[in-house]
């Protein structure tokens, strides 16, 4: 059974900094992709970054690249997301999401919130 665990949300000043962690479990993680979706409030979900299995490869979304990193680590089950120069406009839950597909179709955590506010 899949399960993804997110952590490390919080509030935070717009500029700011948050390192989120994902611990997978269930399925053989370094065999997947993964990826960091959120939800922004009244909004859908919307893909922000994905990482090969072996994390040699990434992708982002355009309001995001420069700003966030995602990377993992196979021998722990991890994947994690280091976001810089937080706005407020990156509001939202954020949730951890195996393999490849539509979003909405991906398996997925209960998430993490992100304030940033001043």
């Known amino acids: 059974q899949v399960q993804l665990v997110e952590s490390g949300g919080g509030l935070v000043q717009p500029g700011g900094s948050l390192r989120l962690s994902c611990s997978a479990s269930g399925f053989p993680f370094k065999d997947y992709a993964m990826n960091w979706v959120r939800q922004a409030p009244g909004k859908g979900l919307e893909w922000i970054c994905g990482?090969?299995?072996?994390?040699?490869?990434?992708g982002y979304e355009d309001s995001v690249k420069g700003r966030f990193t995602i990377s993992r680590d196979n021998a722990e089950n991890m994947v994690y997301l280091q976001m810089n120069n937080l706005k407020p406009e990156d509001t939202g839950v954020y949730y951890c999401a195996k393999g490849d597909g539509r979003v909405a179709d991906l398996p997925r955590g209960r998430g993490t919130q992100v304030i940033v506010s001043s």
């Open positions: 990482i090969n299995n072996w994390g040699s490869s990434a």
